[in-house]
């Protein structure tokens, strides 16, 4: 019979094992000859280091806590996704990645083995279980050697000694200034309500919120002590106030070095007070995506960024996440003015232009932004040819007819350093949804939520992919994610509108329409309204009228919305016109008769779409179905 203390300890032993990984709390560690550093996601072999996905490697270290054992899928998901529930492709896809870095990044040191139906082992590159006691055989044999060499050469070690001494002088004497390691802890001190009014528990909740968002993927570690961690590293820490505004909740947040004592970036929001239930969660997604965007993207310098220049680019990251377009650019070019060899400081200039050139009218421009925006990515890539930011969204600034251009600087992104916000597959998820492969661009979606479940564009793109593809039922749980994340809170009601066409779901839809608290320009809602009430009755002269409303609304009204609702109701020829330069719209089940026009092979051509299928000899996924459309028989 075991005694208490050994059920305790075994009972410990197996908390351990499937408690949350937090990579900026994990040591480094080594299997075989290949060393891996979870805070930097670094694997390093040889001469060469890796950067692999969060996710990966908190698998990785999943398995390695189990000394050998089989690890099933349950608890990878509460050790890796937090107890969050993902589809068994998205375990499927992750250990996948993870065998692709044991055969590249890692040089065959390990091997994952399947074990049907239970779970996955790590094994050593021989076959055996790897247990963490036996990582790291090579080191104790080198001391082992050491031990033997010592003890027969004395006269060595005097000489060695000596040598020894001599050098640590001249380096003590010349040495640099060590500059201080990047921090990816943060220091959660709190936030405090100022007013009686609100609840008691809020505090609580919010910091609750915001422990889970940052161990989603354990790229940030969240601290609870009452004082910074000594040491010359920056200490980070994270607190906040709250207090009733007029029909509004205001939250002021500060994120602060302690060692220094500068507020590297606050802010300010207005929740509305009547969702306050949400206010915590709301929180902890707006405080994450600016945190890890600015802590992320400050760990691939070589060095600490200054207090100044780190502030700076945190404001840039919460403009970039907020589309702030000049303003976004406005921070990024500070950032590079004070630190010019910042490759990820570039890649910010390029992305600052990229969303000043999509909110500008004058096409001439426009364009000028753009080319200065590829400078700016060049410049970035010159510095640190690594720099996937730099990679994948370059590909939103050359031509968008250059389908095949843009898919390889994606593909590239991909393969070289995996971005904390799967940018890189949401954005090449966008480019294989336009060229008609949807189902390809399921998957890259898949992984961009999987990187980061708190961006609430790559939840909307799956979940619209899945409808397109007819699993409108699969796509539920992706819009729900989307409007909970949602800093809009008439999201919900936005939905309905746009959705309503490919879901059948008409009366959601009118109800929503219906509604003076939607708020949406009047011709736009009569347009609409009309077109829904005519698809609800089916009547030939209501879909008429419906579709002379439609087309009377000015160009800059005719939306994705009203381009669907056109080929809903049958105005095929008038859907494309409105869709002419939208071409993921073409995917859409609403749209299916516009694929049968006799002008569509001609818009395709100008959009680059049949250069790009003949090009990578791909089609659309429609025209692999037993429904060949004509112009399927001409790529």
């Not at 049907?116 to 036996?134: D, P």
């Not at 302690?258 to 405080?287: C, F, M």
Request: net charge positive.
């Amino acid at each position: 019979m075991m005694s208490g203390d050994t059920l305790q300890s075994q009972g410990n032993e197996i908390g351990h094992r499937h408690a949350p990984i937090v990579l900026a709390h994990e040591q480094s560690f080594q299997i075989g000859d290949a060393e891996f550093r979870p805070a930097t996601r670094e694997v390093r072999f040889a001469t060469r280091t890796s950067i692999i996905e969060p996710r990966v490697m908190q698998v990785l270290i999943a398995l390695r806590r189990a000394e050998g054992a089989v690890v099933n899928k349950d608890d990878l998901l509460q050790s890796c996704w937090g107890g969050r529930i993902v589809g068994e492709d998205a375990i499927n896809r992750v250990v996948s990645r993870l065998r692709g870095v044991a055969e590249n990044e890692a040089g065959g040191q390990f091997r994952i083995e399947t074990i049907t139906k239970v779970g996955y082992r790590l094994l050593s590159a021989s076959g055996e279980a790897l247990a963490t006691a036996k990582d790291r055989p090579s080191r104790a044999h080198a001391a082992r050697r050491r031990t033997v060499f010592f003890a027969q050469h004395p006269m060595a070690i005097a000489a060695g000694l000596l040598l020894l001494v001599m050098s640590a002088g001249t380096w003590l004497w010349f040495r640099p200034t060590p500059a201080a390691a990047h921090s990816m802890m943060v220091r959660l001190s709190g936030f405090r309500a100022l007013s009686a009014d609100l609840p008691t528990t809020m505090r609580e909740s919010i910091n609750a919120e915001i422990t889970a968002a940052f161990n989603v993927d354990g790229l940030i570690g969240v601290s609870t002590t009452t004082a910074p961690t000594p040491g010359p590293a920056p200490a980070y820490s994270l607190d906040g106030t709250l207090y009733p505004v007029g029909h509004s909740i205001r939250v002021i947040t500060r994120f602060t070095n302690e060692r220094s004592g500068v507020v590297l970036w606050s802010d300010s929001t207005d929740y509305a007070s009547d969702q306050i239930s949400k206010i915590p969660h709301k929180i902890a997604v707006n405080v994450g995506t600016v945190i890890r965007c600015g802590l992320s993207g400050a760990a691939t310098y070589r060095k600490s960024l200054p207090d100044p220049v780190l502030s700076n680019y945190m404001q840039y990251c919460q403009e970039y996440w907020s589309y702030g377009g000049s303003r976004t650019l406005h921070f990024a070019q500070r950032v590079v003015a004070a630190v010019p060899d910042f490759s990820w400081g570039w890649s910010a200039v390029a992305n600052g232009f990229m969303q000043t050139a999509d909110a500008e009218r004058d096409g001439r421009r426009a364009e000028a932004m753009r080319a200065a925006g590829r400078q700016a990515e060049d410049k970035a890539l010159a510095l640190d040819r690594s720099n996937s930011e730099a990679l994948a969204h370059k590909a939103y600034l050359i031509d968008q007819r250059d389908w095949v251009g843009q898919e390889a600087l994606f593909k590239s992104a991909i393969a070289v350093r995996p971005l904390d916000c799967g940018c890189e597959h949401y954005g090449y998820g966008l480019k294989l949804e336009s060229v008609g492969r949807v189902g390809a661009a399921i998957e890259q979606f898949r992984a961009a939520t999987d990187m980061l479940a708190l961006w609430p564009d790559s939840q909307r793109a799956l979940a619209r992919a899945l409808v397109a593809t007819g699993r409108s039922e699969q796509a539920r749980p992706y819009i729900e994610a989307a409007i909970a994340l949602s800093k809009n809170p008439n999201s919900d009601k936005r939905i309905a509108v746009t959705d309503g066409i490919e879901t059948g779901d008409y009366a959601a839809a009118i109800t929503v329409l219906r509604s003076p608290q939607f708020q949406i320009p009047e011709d736009s809602r009569a347009a609409l309204l009309a077109g829904y009430q005519a698809l609800a009755s089916g009547e030939p002269k209501a879909k008429l009228k419906a579709i002379q409303g439609l087309l009377a609304l000015p160009k800059d009204k005719q939306s994705d919305t009203v381009a669907t609702m056109l080929g809903t109701l049958g105005a095929n020829r008038q859907a494309l016109q409105v869709a002419a330069r939208k071409p993921w719209l073409f995917w859409r089940r609403s749209m299916r008769g516009v694929l049968n026009e006799p002008d569509f092979p001609a818009v395709a051509t100008q959009l680059g779409l049949m250069t790009y299928w003949r090009t990578s000899r791909t089609k659309p996924d429609i025209c692999l179905t037993k429904s060949k459309f004509p112009f399927c028989r001409m790529i």
